[in-house]
């Protein structure tokens, strides 16, 4: 009935127009270019009618729904571009009623056709690329997935989608088959892959670094050897951005993080416990035995009382203690029943092997509160307190003599 209708229309154009006196070749092009542009009014319109009727009507169902994945298809414009779909194929559906099928068809209708049909390639080529984001979006919302380095899934999907479109598009144009097109990239398989060399390790890089759970957005990582540390804010397809703790952002390959050892703090994090291993070293020379007279004395001063309190005296196997040992369990003693270290987790202290700088007492144990600054601000107290006390039990603590040292000798 349509089509019955548009011919009755440029009957009555033609008629109209060799009335006034045009001759019958040009009567007919105006005839295809009026047809023309009714199709691409009639196209805009029904375009309209979608986005200004049909989509407010959705939109409106969709926000009373209590899902939330049909949100994001408002939120990532997929129904916009699958409206935008509508306006290249309703012209090239109805396109042969304004230039009909001729055995040699003219060169303006054979670019009007091939440009339409470019159109509609793009338009479902934004549609599919907003698709995945969609998708993107929904996979970062599951908590099994979320901060997983899935983004560099997403851009090998669009470019795969784009090359299609490539390939699609030039075939279009050249009027030849995409096979024959696709038949003569496999010869030149070497140049693609040297071509998209950094893409293809970096989709492979992510595959591997999404199916181990080595890494995702929001870790701690660093790389030594690389000057990386920071936490991580995008993985990509190409890249990997950190942000320093200076707040300088650091940019590395995916497949670096394949290839070269890496350390992710986040199970640090996950665990509860962030590890203090400090040391600091004692004068061997003022290292004696804790006899009674020792303990008396130490007893009769408050803070020598108090450091002293639940520390066990005496050697299991009836041995004199000296005094480093009674100074190693007091402070064994603090570091356990400290409020803010963790009590589940390993706590020791021990000596290391004496060298030409003393005999290294070092303080292992672990912080319960694992952000920077609780942790450096107890790192710092145990220190304080081990070099405060040190000159109770009648330790020195050694350090490399200074100018003043020298002079005062």
């Known amino acids: 009935m349509l089509q019955h209708e548009e011919y009755s229309m440029i009957e009555w154009i033609h008629a109209t127009l060799t009335k006034w006196g045009c001759s019958e070749h040009l009567a007919n092009i105006i005839d295809e270019w009026v047809v023309l542009l009714l199709i691409i009014l009639f ?43 509508v306006v290249p194929i309703t012209i090239y559906a109805l396109l042969p009623l304004a230039l009909p099928a001729e055995e040699q068809p003219s ?52 470019v795969i989608i784009m090359m299609i479109a490539i390939i699609l598009v030039v075939a279009i144009i050249i009027d030849k088959s995409p096979v024959m097109l696709l038949t003569g990239l496999g010869a030149s398989a070497a140049v693609l892959m040297l071509i998209f060399q950094n893409s293809i390790l970096g989709f492979v890089a992510g595959i591997q670094l999404s199916l181990n759970k080595m890494l995702k957005v929001g870790d701690w990582i660093s790389m030594p050897n690389h000057g990386v540390n920071g936490m991580v804010e995008e993985v ?38 962030r590890r203090i291993k400090r040391s600091v070293n004692i004068d061997v020379t003022s290292v004696e035995f804790a006899t009674a007279e020792f303990i008396d004395t130490m007893t009769q001063n408050e803070l020598g009382k108090r450091a002293l309190e639940g520390v066990e005296l005496k050697s299991a196997e009836g041995a004199t203690l000296t005094n480093l040992d009674l100074f190693m369990r007091s402070i064994t003693n603090y570091i356990t029943h400290h409020p803010r270290t963790n009590s589940q987790m390993i706590s020791m202290v021990r000596q290391l092997q004496p060298s030409e700088w003393g005999l290294p007492i070092e303080i292992y144990c672990f912080s319960a509160d694992v952000n920077w600054v609780p942790y450096e601000n107890l790192q710092s107290e145990i220190i304080s307190y081990i070099v405060a006390l040190a000159p109770i039990f009648k330790l020195r603590i050694y350090q490399a003599p200074s100018g003043i040292d020298i002079r005062r000798a």
């Open 107 to 158: 060169l303006i209708a054979t670019i009007i056709n091939r440009i339409v049909e470019v159109y509609i390639v793009v338009a479902f080529v934004r549609f599919f690329n907003a698709i995945i984001r969609m998708a993107f979006a929904i996979a970062d919302t599951r908590p099994a997935l979320h901060g997983r380095p899935i983004k560099g899934l997403m851009q090998t999907g669009q």
């Open 236 to 273: 990509a397809l190409t890249t990997v951005k950190i942000r320093g703790w200076d707040n300088t952002l650091q940019t590395i390959p995916p497949y670096l993080l394949i290839n070269e050892p890496f350390d992710n703090w986040q199970a640090m994090f996950d665990t509860g416990g």
């Open 43 to 85: 196209a805009l319109a029904i375009d309209f009618v979608l986005r200004q009727v049909v989509l407010r009507i959705v939109r409106k169902i969709v926000t009373r729904t209590s899902a939330k994945w049909d949100d994001m298809l408002f939120d990532h414009n997929v129904l916009v571009r699958m409206c935008s779909i």
